[in-house]
Structures are given as C-alpha cells and as structure tokens.
C-alpha cells in the first residue's frame, strides 16, 4: 500500500492532541508525520506510534518538503496565511477555521453527507463548524426522505468548544475564580453568547450553522434559525433541532433509516430513559440522535435531540475522515 506524508498544523492544541489520537487508532498510510505549532511549543518531543517527533515551528518554509495533506487547526488568521503557501506547494489543506468554509470554490465537507464534494478540491477544503457537523448527518437523511423546509436549532455547546480556555474558566469558576475566557462564569450558569455579536442580533455561531448547513445540504435559500449557548459541560455539544417538511415524517421510519446510516447512533428508547447525552458521547466519533418526536404545533413537524464530541466528531474525526476520502480516492487513480 502507498503512503503518504501528513503533516499537523497546531499539533499541541485541543484539536490538534486529538488529531495525533485519531491518526493512531485509524491507521492512516503514514510515510512520515511532520508535526508543527507556535514558535512557544517549537522544540517539544511527541511519541507517535512508537517514534519520537520533534514539533517544529510553523513558518513560510514549512512546506518546502513533500507533504501530501496538512491537517491545519491553528485559527483563521494563521490559516489565511500558510494555507495558501502550502496549496502553492501542491499540498492538500484541510482547515478547520472558519476562514474559508463560505467561499464559493472551497469545498465543506462531511463525509457521510457530500464526500463527493473533497474530490473537487482545488487545494484546501474546509471542515465545518463542529455544530454543524453533527446536525447535518441526521438533516441529509430526513432532507431526502421528506424535503426540509424549516429548522430551528437551538443549541447546547461545551466548554471545549472554546479550547483549553474554556475547560479552564468552567474548572476555576466551579472554585470561585472569576471567568477569563467569557464574559460571566460559566460555571453554574448558561450563556446565550457564542462568537461576537452581528448587527442582526444573531452572534457569528449562529450564522455559522445557520450558513454552512445550507451549503452543505445544497439549498442556499432554506428557512433556518438558530440560538446557540454555551453550557457548563466540559465535552460534547448537544442540538435540539425542529424541522419542518415538505410532506409529513413518519416516526418510525425515520427510526429506521437513522439506525442504518454510516455515523449516526440512534438512541431512543425513552421507556427506558435511553436518549442521547454528552457523557456517552465524549471520546465517540458518532453522533447519537433521539427523543424523535412529531411536533404536533405544525402540519409537518418533527423534533429531535442530537449530540456528539465536538473535539472527536465535530473536529479531528471529521477532517481525517476526509483526509481518508483523498487517499482513497488516489489510491484508485494510481491503480487505473
């Protein structure tokens, strides 16, 4: 089997700890790692798969090497200016940013909802908002069954989903200590404040989902609505998601289709008090979905609760997994 050369762009972070952890268990064909970060964890030595890997710092010369892939999670701002430089190099980017996922000609990828699209890549993709990611799998399917024609997301975010700040201001402020990374404690209490504020009242979190979900299911002009908040949970976001549709949803169904498809948990059984949380998510690459229910105030009304890793799932997984399609998809080339 051929390998390739991966490459890490802000290995030391959250995301980028639990790139080197999906790597390891999903037994990518590696050639050679090459792990990079701020000039602050330059020098720093990670064992991966019993080799020892020094971490360099990321700079304009980085990619002066054969790299196939850079998974990159180091923020938008860096990523405006390596990715570029490394797509020069003929390397495949996949960040995890903001920074490029609205762009016409980038790609935004899930893989158990538009795979297809990694293969048109013009040398960066973009992985989606973590909160996105796991409420477009289930959407996909019951978009194709019955024809989406409203949703409503309300959401229920992690403290991880802010990076190591966040788990630290929950940690500090369930002692007492004064919040660093939000606005008020989190800790004991909830925030409907996620990203900044736009002019519309809506923060950036909620334009996100609200944006990249039509991109991704391909209907830029669905109905979509979103509140996102901040909860005191260290890992695993959850999504209550009401839909509206086109033709009436039956139940049982959707129950099924769900427990078939590639990536999705269905949990609910609710006699049994069985439904989707964030402590039986956390270090899972599924999204778990349940409480599926008719929302009885519409004609075509459906109410369901979806929950994942934002880390996992929502983050590292996601981006390998297309990784995987790429390597996949040359493999097959090579073969021609």
């Known amino acids: 089997m051929k390998k390739y050369n991966i490459a890490i762009a802000g290995v030391t972070g959250m995301v980028g700890t639990t790139f080197l952890e999906v790597l390891s268990e999903r037994n990518l064909p590696i050639e050679n790692l090459y792990l990079f970060a701020s000039k602050k964890s330059a020098g720093k030595k990670i064992v991966f798969m019993e080799k020892e890997i020094i971490v360099e710092e990321l700079n304009e010369k980085s990619f002066d090497r054969k ?3 850079v998974l990159f999670s180091m923020g938008g701002e860096l990523s405006k200016i390596y990715a570029p ?5 003929g390397i495949v980017v996949i960040d995890n940013s903001s920074a490029w996922r609205m762009l016409e000609e980038i790609p935004l990828v899930v893989p158990e909802v538009n795979p297809e699209m990694a293969l048109c890549n013009k040398g960066i993709i973009a992985n989606p908002n973590c ?37 630290k201001d929950l940690v500090e402020g369930l002692k007492g200590e004064k919040a660093i990374n939000y606005p008020h404690s ?8 996620i990203d900044t504020f736009l002019e519309n009242g809506y923060t950036k979190e909620e334009k996100k989902m609200i944006d990249e979900t039509r991109k991704i299911l391909g209907k830029p002009n669905l109905l979509i609505t979103a509140t996102c908040v901040r909860v005191p949970v260290l890992n695993s976001h959850s999504i209550s998601i009401n839909v509206e549709f086109l033709r009436e949803p039956n139940v049982e169904e959707i129950k099924k289709h769900l427990s078939e498809a590639s990536g999705i948990v269905l949990s609910d059984d609710v006699s049994n008090n069985i439904y989707p949380m964030a402590i039986n998510s956390t270090g899972k690459d599924d999204v778990f979905v349940g409480r599926i229910r008719r929302d009885e105030s519409v004609e075509n009304g459906l109410n369901l609760w979806v929950v994942a890793d934002n880390i996992r799932k929502g983050a590292a997984t996601n981006t390998i997994q297309i990784a995987e399609l790429l390597i996949s998809n040359w493999n097959s080339k090579s073969k021609e």
């Open 85 to 89: 430089i490394a797509k020069k190099k």
């Open 67 to 69: 790299i196939d892939i």
């Open 186 to 193: 989190i800790a004991n209490n909830c925030l409907p404040h």
């Open 131 to 167: 909160s996105t990611i796991q409420a477009v799998l289930p959407l996909k399917i019951l978009d194709d069954l019955y024809g989406i024609k409203r949703i409503v997301f309300s959401t229920y975010q992690a403290v991880s989903g802010s990076g190591i700040k966040g788990v």
